[in-house]
Structure formats: C-alpha cells, structure tokens
C-alpha cells in the first residue's frame, strides 16, 4: 500500500485490482513525427491516475488515443479486458469511457439543465431535440437533474451556460459526461482557465466523483493538485512514459526533477 505527501494511505481496493483500463506497447504520431512511443499502462479499477510531464511531452496525444479519436500506428487499448484500439469515440461511451477536454463542447445559449438533458438523451438513445420542453417527469431530464446535484450545479439548473463562471462551466462539462454513465473520466485538464478561487470547488467535484467509485485517468499542470489528489502519477517525456509510481515517489525522483521539474539530478 502505497502513501501520498501527507502520510494518508491510498485506497485499500486499488491494490491487486485488475485493470479497467490497459495500453499496450502504443505508438502513435503525425506523418513521420512520432509523439507517442511504446507507452505501456495499466490503470486497475477505481484508480485515480494523473499524468504530467512537459508542453509537448504527449499528455493530451495519449488520451485522444484512448477515446478514440486517433488511432495508434501500432499497439492496442483494451476497456474492461476488450480490445477496443479500433473502435469509434461513440462505441467507446457506451463501454463505459467517458472524456472531457481543454476547450468547451457546452451549449452557451442553452441552460444548465438543457445541456444535461441533451447528454442524457444522447445516452439513452432518444431524441435529441432541444424543441422539447424539458420535464422533471422525463427520464432523460431526471438522469441530468442528477448529474447536477452531484457536480454541485442545482442551483443554477435553469441558467443560461453563457452566465456561468468558468468553474461552474468545467463543474458542468464533468455533469455531462456522468450522464452516459462512465466507469473511467478522462479528463483533459479540467482547470484550465479556472481562476484561482474556483480551484479548489472544482477539485472537490473530481474528488466526489472519484470516490463513487470511478476511475479517474486526469492531464493536468497543477503539480500541487496533482499530488494532492492522485494515487499514482505517470510522467511522459518526450513522448515516452518515463516513470510511473505514487506521488512521492514521483516527486522524489531525480530523473523526474531533471526532465520536468527543471531541477538537477
């Protein structure tokens, strides 16, 4: 059992837990630039794993693979123990994969509730019109309503998304993924752009979800969060996974320092 910077133990049922989620030997890259290179990794079920390393290191590249929005030269990614490296981005969200990323997917001029909603819809196979007026008595409404409650957004339901502060956006990115009911979150660096005072709300919404028992795979710049929240972090380096291991661990290597933290080993 392996112990973060503050002396508390990580969850007991990570240890020995089979992967949900495994990488295999992946490479990936743009005509005859490699970005990615033999990443192998596996993440057992209810892990929370963050990967960090440099601008350029290949952080957002390895979780485009994983959800399927690019396709390794070689190498596989399996769910669950299913190999699914060939398998579209949808087939993926209802394996149970869920993925938000840097830039927002909301739509601003709907409100809080009609975005959930359409996600739900999505989900579960209905329609996806924004025509309907929503109802509490609606499956679809009801699925979201509850995303919301969980990310901490009821209050602001029937706000426009075009009236939220960024965190309260980031907090309602995570609420539309919940809605497909994902087993894994990947998250693609969820506070980027989020002032310092919203930090900490949206790390206690990654924290909740987490602790329902998802496995949470999180790119992130924010060594301080990072360590705070993680199991165990993977580092990249120039498109290689370098070391992988629990955040002291990791903080405490000296390639680690001399490769991403700017220090001499």
Request: aromatic fraction near 2%.
């Amino acid at each position: 059992m392996t112990a973060d910077t503050t002396g508390a133990p990580a969850p007991e049922h990570h240890a020995g837990a089979p992967p949900i989620l495994a990488l295999e030997d992946i490479t990936w890259g743009v005509g005859g630039f490699t970005i990615l290179s033999d990443i192998t990794l596996a993440v057992p079920a209810g892990e929370f794993l963050s990967v960090i390393g440099p601008n350029g290191a290949g952080k957002t590249s390895l979780l485009n693979v994983v959800s399927g929005l690019n396709r390794p030269r070689s190498g596989r990614v399996l769910l669950k123990g299913e190999d699914i490296t060939r398998e579209r981005p949808a087939a993926r969200v209802r394996r149970g994969l869920g993925r938000s990323f840097q830039t927002s997917s909301l739509f601003p001029n709907l409100t809080v509730t009609e975005n959930v909603r359409l996600a739900a819809q999505a989900a579960q196979g209905g329609s996806h019109s924004v025509l309907l007026r929503p109802s509490t008595r609606d499956a679809a409404t009801r699925a979201g309503l509850s995303a919301l409650d969980e990310v901490g957004l009821a209050a602001r339901a029937d706000d426009p998304v075009a009236d939220l502060p960024h965190g309260d956006k980031r907090k309602l990115e995570i609420a539309v993924l919940l809605c497909s009911e994902p087993e894994v979150l990947l998250l693609d660096e969820p506070t980027a752009g989020v002032s310092a005072e919203e930090v900490e709300p949206l790390v206690e919404v990654v924290r909740k979800v987490h602790a329902g028992g998802r496995t949470v795979v999180m790119v992130e710049h924010r060594i301080e969060l990072v360590v705070d929240v993680s199991d165990r972090i993977a580092v990249t380096h120039n498109g290689r996974l370098l070391t992988t291991g629990s955040p002291a661990e990791v903080m405490a290597d000296p390639t680690v320092q001399s490769a991403y933290l700017g220090e001499t080993a």
